[in-house]
């Protein structure tokens, strides 16, 4: 017996009859209702597809973080330059250093012991410091009356001023100046006074200092009783960085 889809309206033949369905509303053919399955089927895919990609965006967007905690997430992942290795500072090389007289002012050294002493410190307080100058103390040497022939503690002492200096970069200029008592001429005191001072030049330049950079000033008896009081200690010759 044929039946009427309530679909599509076409009278179905007997032997198709069964491939169809029986519903409250009436009989639908087997094309109809495959086309409700396939209705039902496209939409369960959309549903899907919609919920994939809400899971997706779901996903990437995460978990809300507090403005507090990004910034120091982002502060976490900053390098700290103070944890940073830093560069070796090089060792202190004397040689590459530049002598310069003590920027306190002090009274001359005029013996062997003390000038070693402040000399150990000051080459010390430069390594410490990373500086690249060394302070060499002035010396001061006495002479007998009416002579410019060293002494030999004074001689010891030049001796090591010019060591100490001559481990420096050697580019400072030493100044020599000589001095005299106020006993004799003026003319005998200025040509006393110059040749002290050249006998130092002399045994400087004897040690290894080059002569360019040494300078000689004399004054006679001109600075008798300004700088040092009593004719003994005016009988000398002084030795500074410049």
Not at 85 to 106: D, V, Y
Request: glycine content about 8%; some cysteine; aromatic content about 8%.
């Amino acid at each position: 017996m044929s039946e009427k889809c309530i679909k599509c309206s076409k009278m179905i033949p007997d032997e198709q009859v069964s491939k169809g369905k029986q519903t409250k509303q009436g009989f639908v053919c087997a094309n109809c209702n495959r086309k409700k399955k396939g209705g039902i089927i496209a939409g369960a895919l959309i549903v899907a597809a919609l919920l994939g990609g809400g899971g997706y965006w779901w996903y990437n967007k995460g978990v809300d973080i507090p403005p507090d905690e990004v910034n120091t997430e982002k502060s976490n992942r900053t390098i700290n330059k103070d944890s940073m290795p830093k560069k070796e500072r090089e060792p202190f090389n004397p040689s590459k250093a530049l002598a310069i007289s003590p920027t306190q002012s002090t009274n001359e050294v005029n013996n062997l012991e003390d000038f070693k002493h402040l000399v150990a410190e000051n080459f010390k307080t430069a390594e410490e410091n990373g500086a690249n100058q060394i302070a060499i103390p002035t010396i001061g040497m006495l002479f007998e009356k009416g002579s410019y022939v060293l002494k030999q503690e004074a001689e010891d002492l030049l001796k090591e001023f010019a060591k100490t200096y001559l481990q420096t970069n050697k580019q400072a200029t030493l100044l020599i100046e000589g001095y005299t008592c106020d006993l004799g001429t003026d003319k005998l005191n200025d040509r006393l006074s110059e040749r002290r001072a050249e006998t130092i030049k002399n045994n400087l330049i004897a040690e290894g200092i080059p002569a360019d950079k040494v300078e000689t000033k004399w004054y006679g008896e001109s600075q008798y009783g300004t700088l040092y009081k009593g004719r003994e200690e005016n009988r000398r010759v002084n030795v500074s960085v410049k």
